[in-house]
């Protein structure tokens, strides 16, 4: 491994936070950047001197990898792949293929990293491997996931940031996280309905304005909201949320960008089974999901391995594979990158422009 001392003009990199030391994190994300390295600037942050070596044990040279200082700025030649080390070696308490304190710790130092070289502009997006809550936690941390993590560390509230899952074949966002779904009903709020409109209405303009460039046929998205109750309350007969806040949040909504200026279409409340089966039928190009499982379940049949989880609202773009850890994935060394492979590709295409 070799230190980085001349910089050369290149497009900003991409952070890629390796997740839990014991999960499939690492394993997927130095294979996808092995992959990628050619395509895109990449910085990987963890334990530089473990990434190497399993980067060698994977098919990689020496000279594929350069150490870069972990507060930037970074110049990465395109072929090569940028570690940032965090200071946190991976002994084998780390590796262990559990939650562990040691874990814990190593995977937010190196979330926090990357979040601090997006914030300084040396990184125009991260991408992120699975996380383990409750390592974090056993490390003295309270931590509730990437989505509040990045929004509290940047500065914003919970409210202000939406978690998507966009995928080849469906995308949705989500007005509730996670919450209990008997509490569901009083955190469904028009202020809330109406983020998430403009959240997933903002991401499907930017992957829309991409497919133009790249010469595909025009075509106005369509993005529905879904009602909370069965029939989206059939009028107030099962549930009042659709009439007294999902219908004003959407009025209210549609009066600003992008549709207004008609770049995106919006419409509903729709029941959510109508819109989720016409959304796998092609009909419709997106979904505001009321509750976590109502959009989960739906992406996780359509589009498993295949769907991004986006935070969207930070000061930066952050994509994420849809699973999770996968202790018993990294113990058997049957790591599937297909999902990391996807949130590259997607990172990529939302920041093309930066």
Request: aromatic residues 4%.
């Amino acid at each position: 491994m070799t230190s980085l001392h001349a910089p050369e003009p290149h497009a900003l990199p991409l952070a890629i936070t390796t997740g839990d030391p014991g999960g499939v994190g690492p394993e997927i994300s130095l294979v996808v950047a092995l992959e990628a390295r050619h395509q895109t600037p990449l910085v990987l942050f963890g334990d530089a001197r473990w990434l190497a070596q399993r980067g060698g044990e994977l098919g990689a040279r020496d000279a594929d990898f350069v150490l870069v200082p972990v507060r930037g700025p970074y110049q990465v030649p395109l072929g090569t792949i940028a570690l940032a080390d965090v200071d946190s070696r991976w002994d084998a308490q780390a590796l262990t293929h559990a939650p562990t304190a040691a874990g814990g710790e190593a995977q937010l130092r190196a979330l926090d990293a990357a979040i601090d070289a997006a914030l300084a502009k040396h990184v125009r997006g991260i991408v992120t491997a699975p996380m383990s809550k409750g390592a974090v936690n056993l490390a003295g941390h309270d931590f509730m996931g990437h989505t509040e993590h990045l929004a509290r560390r940047v500065g914003l509230a919970d409210d202000d940031v939406t978690m998507m899952f966009l995928g080849p074949k469906l995308r949705v966002a989500l007005v509730t996280t996670h919450i209990a779904i008997a509490d569901a009903p009083s955190e469904i709020t028009q202020p809330r309905v109406e983020r998430a409109i403009l959240h997933l209405g903002e991401a499907l303009a930017r992957m829309h304005a991409g497919a133009l460039a790249r010469g595909q046929a025009p075509h106005v998205p369509l993005l529905v909201v879904s009602g909370l109750n069965p029939h989206a309350g059939e009028g107030g007969l099962f549930g009042d949320e659709e009439l007294r806040v999902i219908e004003p949040a959407l009025r209210s909504a549609s009066k600003r960008e992008p549709f207004v200026s008609g770049r995106v279409r919006i419409a509903g409340p729709m029941p959510a089974e109508t819109a989720f089966r016409q959304a796998a039928s092609g009909s419709i190009d997106a979904i505001v999901a009321m509750l976590h499982d109502q959009a989960t379940i739906a992406s996780k049949l359509l589009d498993w391995g295949q769907a991004v989880n986006v935070t969207w609202g930070l000061p930066f773009v952050r994509t994420s594979v849809d699973h999770g850890v996968a202790y018993d994935a990294a113990r058997a060394h049957t790591a599937d990158p297909e999902g990391m492979r996807s949130a590259l590709h997607l990172a990529q295409r939302l920041t093309a422009s930066t």
